[in-house]
């Protein structure tokens, strides 16, 4: 590992964005076929629009994964892994990279510590932000992960950059954000009870000297912020993506999309595709934290040092 120990010169707010970027992209390199077959288990089910009798029954992730790469071949799994990338290099780089400034802006001058509404705020500000920035890219992603789970519906884009130009094009620069504000929703919740609770749990762990700074901790205070996240984010997370997902005029606004949800799969489809959520959440977190961790490390390690 780069340091079992913290520097003792602080990363610059520069190192945590370009740090928080890259270690969200090598999250998603590891834990992306997990994130598709969440989507497709979300879906699953939706009544669509026009009507369609043929579709594919997902059971479970292993039974979603292996059907996947039995009827669409292993490169399924990773459809949509460029707009994934690039939603982590602008999205992840916001909502985590710029988390402790944000903090310290909500922080009372001398204080000692951070209370929990000042990082509650950081979390719900720097959410939102990345949201309104990394929105189209999101909805790309969604969109390529879900096709195929209509076997007979044509494939809708050629690529990534095809995929922008025929949403902007086809539903107007709004279907590029489409379902920002339950997107905005999520993360806001996301945020709170990702990096608040990593926050807080790396903080205990290291106050009452149970752990020190280094891997195990940031492991033991990633699974943890998974867990919290997936548990609060899960229904506004299957929202979203029934509404990313929709054909124009399937529903009204995201407030339809839900009541047609909860009418049709009761509260239960609330938590449609939790253990895949669990499962690419809690491994996306171990994974981006620790790498975030050591990236920053890395990167002031790496700095030459003063004359």
């Not at 997902?245 to 509260?267: E, H, I, K, T, V």
Request: charged share 15%; glycine share 8%.
């Amino acid at each position: 590992m780069v340091g079992l120990k913290p520097p003792e010169v602080p990363p610059s707010t520069a190192v945590k964005f370009i740090s928080a970027g890259m270690a969200g992209c090598i999250a998603d390199l590891c834990t992306f076929p997990l994130d598709t077959a969440k989507v497709r288990l979300q879906i699953q089910g939706e009544v669509r629009i026009p009507r369609t009798i043929s579709s594919v029954e997902y059971r479970g992730v292993l039974g979603t994964l292996s059907t996947m790469v039995r009827m669409e071949g292993p490169r399924s799994l990773y459809s949509g892994l460029a707009a994934g990338l690039q939603r982590q290099m602008s999205f992840a780089s916001i909502r985590i990279g710029l988390y402790d400034s944000v903090k310290q802006l909500y922080t009372p001058k001398g204080a000692e510590n951070t209370g929990l509404a000042a990082r509650l705020l950081a979390g719900c500000t720097t959410g939102a932000v990345a949201v309104a920035c990394a929105q189209p890219t999101d909805v790309v992603k969604v969109r390529f992960q879900a096709s195929g789970a209509l076997p007979d519906s044509p494939r809708r884009y050629s690529g990534t950059v095809d995929a922008y130009r025929t949403i902007a094009r086809e539903e107007g620069i709004r279907g590029l954000w489409r379902g920002t504000l339950p997107n905005i929703a999520r993360n806001a919740i996301i945020n709170c009870g990702e990096l608040v609770t990593y926050d807080l749990l790396k903080d205990a762990l290291l106050r009452t000297h149970l752990m020190e700074d280094n891997v195990p901790c940031h492991f033991v205070a990633a699974f943890g912020a998974g867990f919290c996240a997936t548990v609060v984010a899960s229904p506004v997370d299957v929202v979203k993506t029934r509404y990313m997902n929709a054909s124009p005029g399937q529903y009204r606004n995201a407030l339809s999309c839900l009541l047609a949800l909860l009418m049709q799969d009761g509260l239960t489809g609330l938590y449609k595709g939790f253990v895949p959520s669990f499962l690419r959440l809690g491994s996306w977190n171990v994974v981006m934290f620790v790498s975030f961790e050591q990236l920053q490390r890395a990167a002031v390690l790496a700095r030459p040092a003063p004359a």
